[in-house]
């Protein structure tokens, strides 16, 4: 692909967003516009909301996107909608949300944060209680059909086709999915972000019926910092852990990937490593993407050194990019391309770090 800004040819730029990384990044201010619209277009084409809504009507205030829509109109999520007495959930019943829930045994799943979160196996990182027993029984997971990003290379972007009247969930339902079996309640998604409420309330719930039920969160970091309190909280006490998905650190490469600043899930992550210091406080992960081109190994450098600089036990995850979604004509990461993230990690002072799924890894060799 050629970049249509500078003419420079690589297989590390998609056709979907046309331009290159070294042009996004020295170039932006031009180049904003052209990025948000093509994040508008794949909005349109599922029919979401193409942008925030700022209509000075009720404020949301749950995450990055400070929604302000007006009577009956959505968010940008689609998840919660503004109603007379304030903002309620878009789906119909006031505590209902969009979700598909599922429960599976631990030997049966593959839980990204497990060895980090449940020592299971010899783990690098552990914080936590019950380290030192071996976890088995079941994992409910709870996967919200909305999101508050938009990324191009988004691995479940089905989850905006899940948004039906089959899958509404309430708190209380889910909560009746608890027995004796069950190790723990994970919250993922689209992003739970953007159904704070409903997770919240769920897990109080959830721990209302079994107290030694461990909590656990898989999230883009962009929730308001009162919610990640009471998610730290919750999970701390629980000796569960949070997941933060960091896409980028330049605040421009994610605007191109993700439609959206990161300075939310920046902050929120320095906040929530500090926080991780703290006796009874909640394991901690983070996991980047290497998207071929965007996400090199100097990104992952700076993404490495914020976590190292916080703590340089907190673990990172580094994972393969398949062609999917928006950019599915981007090549899949190569060995080379995350060999040379993992060995920028390290440099960076990051002790776990891992490469994750490496049978992904595709034979395609580019400059990364």
């Not at 599922?102 to 980090?116: G, M, N, V």
């Not at 852990?241 to 960091?246: Q, W």
């Not at 090199?296 to 190292?308: H, M, Q």
Request: glycine content about 8%; charged content about 25%; hydrophobic content about 35%.
């Amino acid at each position: 692909m050629i970049c249509e800004s500078c003419g420079a040819e690589s297989h590390g730029i998609s056709a979907s967003i046309g331009i290159c990384r070294d042009c996004i990044e020295s170039k932006f201010d031009k180049h904003k516009d052209r990025l948000a619209g093509i994040h508008t277009s794949v909005r349109r084409d599922f029919g979401l909301q193409e942008s925030a809504p700022k209509k000075n009507g009720g404020s949301c205030g749950k995450c990055v996107r400070e929604c302000a829509p007006d009577i009956s109109m959505t968010g940008y999520c689609g998840a919660r909608r503004l109603g007379v007495s304030g903002m309620i959930s878009a789906s119909g019943p006031r505590n209902a949300a969009f979700a598909t829930c599922s429960s599976a045994a631990l030997d049966s799943i593959s839980c990204t944060s497990a060895r980090f979160t449940c020592n299971r196996g010899k783990p690098a990182f552990f914080l936590g209680k019950g380290g030192s027993q071996k976890p088995s029984g079941n994992r409910i997971s709870v996967s919200y059909a909305s999101c508050n990003f938009n990324c191009l290379f988004c691995r479940e972007w089905s989850f905006r086709e899940r948004a039906v009247i089959e899958n509404l969930v309430t708190p209380q339902e889910i909560a009746e999915m608890i027995d004796d079996r069950t190790f723990c309640l994970s919250f993922t998604g689209g992003d739970p972000a953007t159904q704070s409420d409903h997770a919240l309330e769920t897990a109080r719930l959830a721990l209302d019926k079994k107290s030694d039920l461990k909590i656990c969160w898989e999230t883009n970091g962009s929730e308001n910092f009162e919610v990640l309190r009471e998610m730290i909280s919750i999970s701390g006490k629980t000796g569960g852990g949070i997941k933060f998905d960091i896409k980028a650190f330049s605040p421009k490469i994610h605007f191109a990937l993700c439609g959206v600043s990161n300075g939310r899930t920046i902050a929120n992550f320095r906040a929530l490593a500090e926080a991780s210091k703290k006796p009874g406080a909640p394991a901690v992960v983070a996991s980047t993407t290497l998207v071929p081109g965007y996400v090199t190994p100097g990104e992952v450098w700076r993404i490495a050194e914020l976590i190292s600089s916080r703590s340089p036990r907190i673990p990172y995850l580094l994972f393969p990019f398949s062609p999917h979604f928006y950019l599915n004509d981007l090549p899949r990461t190569s060995e080379k391309h995350a060999t040379a993230a993992l060995e920028a990690s390290i440099d960076a002072g990051v002790e776990n770090v891992r490469i994750h799924n490496k049978e992904d890894l595709g034979d395609f060799e580019y400059m990364p």
